[in-house]
């Protein structure tokens, strides 16, 4: 911690108007006027003013190296205070409405870059018709999440980076996986693959089956990699079932199941969120294709700190 040698004028001075003397005598509003000079306003002044300049003072010493004495200039003060002032969140930018691949450019003055992303999750698995059958796709698996606090330097002044899509829905097959989210250089998120298809059965069974969540790669990331999303149930060929749901991610909740009894052909219901999987598809005694539903897109969000 650097040094402070603006100190406070009168401390423990008696000679000084009181708080209510000084608010109303006149001579604090129309300044000096000729004449013998006063001690006790002159006093005040000076401690009042005083007061504020060393306060401020050691604040700037608390937060960098520089010892402040009163021979720095009011330039050198100036960028003292840019450097106490260092860390200031100044702006987010997010890129959270869209999948696809955008130009990012970082503030001009930005320090650091807290970056947090999520892949797409997958989609629902879809289900076959089968009439006396019944099938229930697997939930789409989510897409990995991480975040990292960078030195601003580490990013060019402009960098490409990307936000995976959402796994789209297949009928009567697996559903599609989810895409990539990249920060080039600091971290790629897979997208979450997509569920199971149904397989119908007769009795009671899973039917989808859970497949894998995406993964994240990046030195020095926390990172959350994705889950499977939930098996698909039956309960008998005429009876029911529950489809799959979706995995979660700490950005996104996955889609609800679709459940029934009782002859129908449900799709399976979207990840909400960012990069949470869609929930599987479900055919009871159908004669009817069903997909499962969709995967949400993933995203980047970055705060840049001054």
Avoid: W
Wanted: hydrophobic fraction near 40%; include cysteine; proline fraction near 3%.
């Amino acid at each position: 911690m650097a040094s402070n040698e603006i100190l406070p004028f009168g401390a423990t001075a008696s000679n000084e108007l009181t708080q209510a003397a000084y608010a109303a005598d006149a001579q604090r509003l129309t300044g000096h006027q000729p004449g013998v000079a006063r001690s006790a306003l002159m006093n005040k002044t000076l401690h009042q003013v005083s007061v504020i300049a060393a306060g401020v003072a050691q604040f700037l010493a608390d937060r960098q190296a520089t010892n402040i004495v009163d021979t720095l200039t009011p330039a050198q003060v100036a960028a003292l205070f840019a450097t106490a002032n260092a860390g200031r969140l100044a702006r987010i930018v997010k890129y959270d409405t869209a999948s696809g691949v955008f130009a990012y450019a970082k503030g001009a003055n930005t320090k650091f870059i807290l970056i947090r992303g999520v892949a797409g999750g997958g989609a629902g698995g879809g289900c076959p018709t089968g009439g006396g059958t019944a099938s229930a796709g697997a939930g789409g698996a989510s897409g990995a999440y991480a975040e990292i606090l960078i030195d601003a330097s580490v990013l060019a002044s402009s960098v490409n980076v990307t936000v995976g899509a959402g796994g789209t829905s297949l009928v009567n097959s697996q559903g599609n996986p989810g895409g990539a989210t990249i920060v080039p250089g600091v971290m790629t998120l897979n997208g979450g693959t997509g569920g199971g298809v149904g397989v119908n059965y007769a009795n009671l069974g899973i039917s989808g089956i859970s497949t894998s969540g995406g993964t994240a790669t990046g030195t020095g990331l926390f990172k959350i990699d994705g889950v499977p999303g939930d098996v698909g149930l039956v309960f008998g060929g005429v009876t029911g079932g529950r489809s799959g749901i979706g995995a979660s991610t700490p950005l996104g909740a996955g889609g609800n199941p679709a459940s029934a009894n009782g002859t129908v052909a449900l799709a399976g219901n979207p990840g909400g969120g960012y990069g949470a999987g869609g929930s599987g598809g479900l055919g009871v005694n159908n004669g009817a294709t069903v997909g499962g539903g969709a995967g949400a897109r993933g995203c980047l969000i970055f705060e840049e700190y001054e």
